[in-house]
């Protein structure tokens, strides 16, 4: 069983940075696919960004685009989420998933195999 921990979060103005982490457990970090999605109030959970397994693909939902960086290092078993230029709209719970078997990853949630807790990022403007 893999343990997903997203730290990070928090309260910031519109146009500041935070930079999520997710560590996962387990010694099989290498080998997976890991998103980011988020959840607001009443809203359903949504995909912000993904990378593959050896962090040659990446893919970010277009809102995000410019502003959100993910990256990975497979020899801490983390992986970031740089959220630069942030807007009150990215206000939500944050989550990171993990999709295992050498993935690319994927868009769809139900596609993922485990998932964190969650952090809270809350953007005032």
């Known amino acids: 069983q893999v343990q997903l921990v997203e730290s990070g979060g928090g309260l910031v103005q519109a146009g500041g940075s935070l930079r999520l982490s997710c560590a996962a457990s387990?010694?099989?970090?290498?080998?997976?696919?890991m998103g980011w999605f988020r959840q607001a109030p009443g809203k359903e959970r949504e995909f912000v960004a993904l990378?593959?397994?050896?962090?040659?693909?990446?893919y970010y939902t277009d809102s995000v685009k410019g502003r959100f960086t993910i990256s990975r290092d497979n020899h801490k078993n983390t992986v970031y989420l740089q959220m630069n230029s942030l807007k009150p709209e990215d206000t939500a719970v944050y989550y990171c998933?993990?999709?295992?078997?050498?993935?690319?990853?994927?868009?769809?949630?139900?596609?993922?195999?485990?998932w964190g807790q969650g952090t809270q990022v809350t953007v005032s403007s």
């Open positions: 998933a993990a999709d295992k078997d050498y993935g690319m990853g994927y868009v769809a949630p139900d596609e993922y195999d485990y």
């Open positions: 990378i593959s397994w050896n962090g040659g693909h990446t």
């Open positions: 387990g010694r099989t970090f290498s080998t997976y696919a």
